[in-house]
């Protein structure tokens, strides 16, 4: 979930996350109470640390929102919420994670976002806990997080997109089939 618990703008500090490109710095342990210790994707975005940024080749003929754009498929480059990660970027955002949570879903209970939980900014996945010994049941940030540790030299891009605009929770086999459909369109 990409939604801050102040639903602020993405350009504001601990506002919702904003819609984009993310280069993935690697996975980190955080002594976060709330973001709990299943390791977390340490995320940056442009101008935030523009050096690390690029896993790709940048062309220093062009300036740095054509390069940003050119990581997209051809028909996602004038779709202006791609660039807000880079907008944010460059109004000074920084330091949004991809992590879990120890917080107890039934506080939302009744909101479109259930049972998922905002945070200050961050993307949360869905973590389920055992309130009595503390043990982990479910996670989906543990599922994100060994998936990208087997990438080749733990290094890549995460992409995120606001699918339709409802207020609930994207399902798995929603998002399954848009990469189903992504990979064909890509062929």
Same mark, same amino acid.
């Not at 109470?33 to 523009?50: C, H, K, R, S």
């Not at 390069?67 to 997209?72: A, H, I, R, V």
């Not at 109004?91 to 949004?96: A, L, P």
């Given at each position: 979930m990409a939604? +801050?618990?102040s639903n602020l703008p993405y350009f504001i500090t601990n506002g919702n996350t904003p819609q984009g490109i993310y280069s993935i710095q690697g996975t980190e342990v955080s002594h976060n109470? !709330?973001?709990?210790?299943?390791?977390?994707?340490?995320?940056?975005?442009? !101008?935030? +640390?523009?050096s690390v940024f690029w896993h790709t080749p940048y062309d220093a003929s062009k300036d740095s929102l054509?390069?940003?754009?050119?990581?997209?498929?051809l028909e996602w480059r004038n779709y202006a919420p791609i660039a807000e990660s880079y907008d944010a970027g460059?109004?000074?955002?920084?330091?949004?994670l991809a992590h879990g949570t120890t917080i107890d879903?039934?506080?939302?209970?009744?909101?479109? !976002?259930?049972?998922?939980?905002p945070t200050l900014g961050c993307l949360c996945a869905k973590e389920n806990w055992n309130i009595f010994t503390g043990k982990l049941l479910q996670s989906d940030q543990f599922s994100l997080a060994s998936g990208f540790l087997i990438t080749p030299k733990n290094t890549g891009y995460l992409i995120v997109i606001n699918v339709d605009n409802q207020l609930k929770a994207v399902s798995k086999q929603e998002i399954e089939a848009l990469i189903v459909q992504f990979e064909k369109s890509v062929k």
């Open positions: 939604r +801050a618990g109470l !709330f973001i709990g210790p299943t390791p977390n994707l340490q995320l940056v975005m442009p !101008f935030e +640390a523009d054509n390069n940003y754009k050119n990581l997209w498929p460059k109004v000074g955002r920084t330091e949004i879903p039934d506080y939302f209970k009744g909101m479109p !976002f259930y049972p998922l939980t």
